[in-house]
């Protein structure tokens, strides 16, 4: 079962989302997202977008190893 969110959630695992916008304007791709912040809407489809999380990884400033 793959957690899906939309623009105004918060993310809860930074990582690589795969981005499924209103597809007569764009085609799926991925972007990463940072763990604090909210989904945003897209600049052309609004608050259509839908984010899957295709691999979480944390980021390195919220990593034991790394941050200050
Ligand atoms: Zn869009």
Not at 49 to 64: G, T, Y
Request: aromatic share 8%; hydrophobic share 25%.
């Amino acid at each position: 079962m793959t957690a899906v969110y939309k623009p105004g959630d918060t993310v809860e695992r930074s990582g690589i989302y795969r981005v499924i916008h209103d597809r007569n304007h764009a085609s799926p791709h991925e972007v990463t997202c940072v763990y604090g912040k909210q989904f945003p809407p897209c600049n052309h489809c609004g608050g259509h977008p839908r984010f899957e999380l295709v691999r979480a990884a944390q980021h390195i400033e919220h990593n034991d190893h790394f941050k200050k």
